[in-house]
């Protein structure tokens, strides 16, 4: 009798499979849908496999997390340098850089929205690996520009990120956020609204 096909698959296939399997879960389901019993009728191998190749769902939830983040590092570097620009147009590019990586990135906003409402050292430690990716484009992107004395432009611009993330993830599940529809008109408002917001900063 011939081997099923799941036995004739090497191993990198089949942990291929499975990582496949659990973003597909996570996008369909969400992460309350994401269990090894799942993950492998998704990927139609036996659930032991998920054991033995990834030591159960965390193990799959780290490759997706770390593939979700590889494609945020591109996206992010994909972005044209602007030389010597001043701190609001960086502030800008920024805001709205990261605004366009993870609102490209389905994945990336399904994990934040599981850390929103779970803690755990995984999602933790996923949120801080993703937070590297910002701060590593930033600190390679970052001019070399006085920080002006007065105001506290540090603070102002992780409010305006974590409002950026939120309409992110606000466009992701429904159609607007505070009375603004998050369609291709409504982030161009957002957009002429954060220029208004920025006008704190230096020129």
């Not at 998920?50 to 979700?68: C, K, T």
Request: charged content about 25%.
């Amino acid at each position: 009798m011939a081997d099923s096909p799941v036995r004739l698959r090497s191993r990198p296939a089949t942990e291929a499979l499975i990582v496949e399997a659990g973003e597909r879960i996570l996008l369909r389901d969400g992460f309350p849908g994401l269990n090894v019993q799942t993950l492998a009728a998704e990927a139609g191998c036996d659930r032991k496999l998920v054991y033995r190749y990834f030591d159960g769902v965390e193990g799959v939830v780290d490759r997706i997390a770390a593939r979700a983040d590889a494609a945020l590092a591109a996206s992010l570097a994909s972005i044209p340098r602007v030389e010597t620009p001043s701190l609001r147009t960086f502030a800008r590019i920024s805001l709205l850089t990261w605004s366009a990586a993870l609102r490209a990135s389905p994945l990336s906003l399904r994990l934040m929205a599981w850390a929103l409402v779970e803690d755990s050292a995984l999602l933790r430690r996923i949120e801080a690996d993703r937070g590297a990716v910002l701060q590593a484009w930033l600190r390679e992107r970052r001019p070399r520009l006085r920080v002006p004395p007065e105001g506290d432009p540090t603070a102002l611009n992780a409010v305006l990120m974590a409002a950026v993330q939120q309409l992110a993830l606000s466009g992701a599940i429904r159609d607007g956020f505070g009375g603004v529809p998050l369609d291709e008109p409504g982030w161009r408002r957002i957009e002429a609204a954060l220029d208004e917001l920025l006008s704190a900063f230096p020129d």
